[in-house]
Nanobody
Framework: QVQLVESGGGLVQAGGSLTLSCAAS????????MGWFRQAPGKERELVSS????????SYGNSVKGRFAISRDNAKNTVYLQMDSLKPEDTAIYYCAARQRASTTYAYWGQGTQVTVSS
């Protein structure tokens, strides 16, 4: 059974940093792409960043480019999202998700972790 477990959320002041972790288990993820999504109250879910397990290819949403960095630790089956220069508009529930490289659909999701940035 696939499990994605996020951790690392919390309350931080504007300009601060947080690192989110996503521990993946239940299958081999070498052919998968991992994504971090976020959803704020009243807003649509947004893809923040993604990374390929196999070759480390990454992508970022325009709103976080230059501030967030995604990485993976293959030995630990864990994906990280380093968030710097946080802004109040980054406040949201952050979700980890996984999709096969050949698919555009994220099939597996974590339970989410709350990130709150105070002004």
């Amino acid at each position: 059974q696939v499990q994605l477990v996020e951790s690392g959320g919390g309350l931080v002041q504007a300009g601060g940093s947080l690192t989110l972790s996503c521990a993946a288990s239940g299958r081999t993820f070498s052919s998968y792409v991992m994504g971090w999504f976020r959803q704020a109250p009243g807003k649509e879910r947004e893809l923040v960043s993604s990374i390929s397990w196999s070759d480390g290819w990454t992508s970022y949403g325009n709103s976080v480019k230059g501030r967030f960095a995604i990485s993976r630790d293959n030995a630990k089956n864990t994906v990280y999202l380093q968030m710097d220069s946080l802004k109040p508009e980054d406040t949201a529930i952050y979700y980890c998700a996984a999709r096969q490289r050949a698919s555009t659909t994220y099939a597996y999701w974590g339970q989410g972790t709350q990130v709150t940035v105070s002004s």
